[in-house]
T-cell receptor, first 116, second 111 residues
Framework: DQQVKQNSPSLSVQEGRISILNCDYT??????FLWYKKYPAEGPTFLIS?????DKNEDGRFTVFLNKSAKHLSLHIVPSQPGDSAVYFC???????????????FGPGTSLSVIP | DGGITQSPKYLFRKEGQNVTLSCEQN?????MYWYRQDPGQGLRLIYY???????QKGDIAEGYSVSREKKESFPLTVTSAQKNPTAFYLC??????????FGAGTRLSVL
């Protein structure tokens, strides 16, 4: 049973418009969320994260919103650029205060295509 | 130039053969991880290691083995006991927090 879900396998957006990638999770113990971006033939790279004590985190064109009651988060990219075309993975973790390792659960990814 | 190097990029396994995937990092990270990615699925954790000479099983460790003799190296062996080895394998490292840094991956196929 997937604990982190990305129900849209793919998304196409016009250049300059907003891209919204969605992610849902089932484990209410998750308290830290991350987005990774992956280009073909490369490994995922960290993009942005948010702690459960916040409902929004912004970094340049990228903003992540967290709705804890709905167990939902979204990544907004504004404005979208052709270089943003990649697979985006949502990930979540449950902090374990007694150990240095926080297990991270990844979603299946959403492939974003930004059309020039 | 710091990073994580995985080799080879493509690997083919014959029936009954063990194969080893290499992962080296020069980021001075303590923790290293191996994930498997199948089409339509997220990354699933195979093994992880928080310190040299110590490692723990992840969610899908059966049919795999690892070693951590050096801080910078965490090789993964796909044994003949792994009946469905065809997948994309990703190695990652971190300094113990949530943010992991990934290599470019190895695509393993069965002949």
């Amino acid at each position: 049973d997937q604990q982190v879900k990305q129900n849209s396998p793919s998304l196409s957006v016009q250049e300059g418009r907003i891209s919204i990638l969605n992610c849902d999770y089932t484990n209410s113990m998750f308290d830290y969320f991350l987005w990774y971006k992956k280009y073909p033939a490369e490994g995922p790279t960290f993009l942005i994260s948010i702690s459960s004590i916040k409902d929004k985190n912004e970094d340049g064109r990228f903003t992540v919103f967290l709705n804890k009651s709905a167990k939902h988060l979204s990544l907004h990219i504004v404005p979208s650029q052709p270089g943003d075309s990649a697979v985006y993975f949502c990930a979540a973790s449950e902090s374990q205060m007694k150990t240095s390792y926080d297990k991270v659960i990844f979603g299946p990814g959403t492939s974003l295509s930004v059309i020039p | 130039d710091g990073g994580i190097t995985q080799s080879p990029k493509y690997l083919f396994r014959k029936e009954g053969q063990n194969v080893t995937l290499s992962c080296e990092q020069n980021l001075n990270h303590d923790a290293m991880y191996w994930y498997r990615q199948d089409p339509g699925q997220g990354l699933r954790l195979i093994y992880y290691s928080q310190i040299v000479n110590d490692f723990q099983k992840g969610d899908i460790a059966e049919g795999y083995s690892v070693s951590r003799e050096k801080k910078e190296s965490f090789p993964l062996t796909v044994t003949s006991a792994q009946k469905n080895p065809t997948a994309f394998y990703l190695c990652a490292s971190s300094w113990g927090g949530n943010i992991q840094y990934f290599g470019a991956g190895t695509r393993l196929s069965v002949l």
